[in-house]
């Protein structure tokens, strides 16, 4: 072949990938698309790059992705997904491609330094953070007031909780169909009865679950149980499903994350609001605010359009629009933080906790994570404490041996 037909083959071939759409999938509720919809009709007008989506919601989008990453047939160019050890998993086999040189070029560092823990590991960045919520305490405003307002200290909620369950209402609402709403009543209590150090040590496997410093997480979350404030009726519901009778308060309190407010009634959203999970000991707070990042899949052989966008979604006006839809909190501290009530509550929370978790399911390997959410979800049935310490200990030593003993492509 001689070298005019070489490059000419070559530019063909630049320019057939150019034309074709950047493939970027989206993990979504349905009230959600528009927020990245215009964003994106945005990026293509001032890139000539066009996006072509991929929408899957949250059970069908995980059960996706490892496909996806290994380079299946239309597999995306840049995936949704979620900081921590949930990005890591993937980048450890390699399946994801670095974007140092953007982080640097962009000096990103000045302003997401305080999730970048989260999206780098061994001096590699593999994701950017685009914006991140907050986790805490949803009730009916008009409800509470009538029982003493939102408590900030444990001692008073526990007391609230009393009153409310002696007035004929349960006290705490919670659906764990799909298991792992259980886990954030153990993450909370043990961040704020320990600290972020102590939490992350034990969801990678070092610390025993039999350790002292857990006594106290175990005992004040079985006394919520054995004083029944709990919906003794949660394993017939998934998450949102006990939504409906919280709007009806029959149930007072929620603890979930902020995605819930997508759902909430209209003519109830004035009468929603937000406090943060009761504090034990009058000491600095640590909270809980998974982030969701864009990450570049390894086979893409559309890297420069990736990049593209990847420093695009990283402009503080555009993950401003982004949150703003999703009810969500930018990740970069340059950007402004949305009026609406319940996530500027939630954005002055996290400036005043001295550090954030990423959820249980996000901070632990899958082979753990799987196991553990349903010991907690048991635990909500009889508050048995050395089964739970049981069983969550013999799944740490299952399933952090088994990582161990496996090679970074079998991870």
Known sequence: MSLKWLVLLIVSLSLSCVAQPLRVSLL?????????HFVFEAFTQETGIHIQTIIRSDEDYKSEIDKWLKGGENSPDV????????????????????????????KLADSFAHLQSGVSEEGQVYALPFAYYHWGIFY????????????????????????????????????????????????????????????????????????????????????????????ADHHDYAWDEVLPIFYRERIAFLLLGNFVATKWPAKLEDDIGFMPFPVLYDLPTYEVAP????????????????????????????????????????????????????????????????????????????AFERIAVKAFTRFLDDADIPRLKRDLEQARQFAFKLSASLPKSKL
Not at 297 to 302: D, G, P, S
Not at 344 to 355: C, D, F, N, P, R
């Open 28 to 36: 979504l509720t349905p009230k959600q698309r528009d927020s990245f």
């Open 79 to 106: 995936l949704h997904w979620q900081a921590s050890e949930r990005l890591f998993q993937f980048s450890r086999k390699g399946l994801i491609r670095p974007i140092n040189h953007v982080w640097q070029e962009l």
């Open 140 to 231: 009916r405003k008009s409800l509470i007031d009538k029982h003493g307002g939102p408590q900030r200290f444990w001692e008073d909620f526990v007391r609230q909780c009393e009153q409310l369950k002696q007035a004929g209402i349960t006290p705490i609402g919670i659906g764990t169909k799909n298991y792992w709403p259980a886990a954030a009543w153990f993450d909370h209590l043990n961040l704020r009865i320990n600290d972020l150090s102590f939490h992350q040590q034990l969801l990678r496997g070092e610390v025993s679950f039999y350790d002292p410093r857990l006594t106290p997480v175990y005992e004040q979350w079985a006394s919520l149980i054995k004083l029944g404030f709990f919906n």
């Open 291 to 366: 982030t969701d990042v864009f990450m570049i899949a390894q086979h893409t052989k559309k890297v420069y359009q990736a990049e593209e966008f990847i420093k695009y979604m990283a402009r503080a006006e555009v993950q401003a629009q982004i949150a703003e839809g999703l009810g969500y909190i930018p990740a970069s501290t340059a950007s402004e933080v949305s009026s609406d009530s319940l996530v500027s509550e939630g954005a002055s929370m996290l400036k005043e906790s001295i550090g954030v978790s990423q959820y249980f399911d996000r901070d632990t390997i899958p």
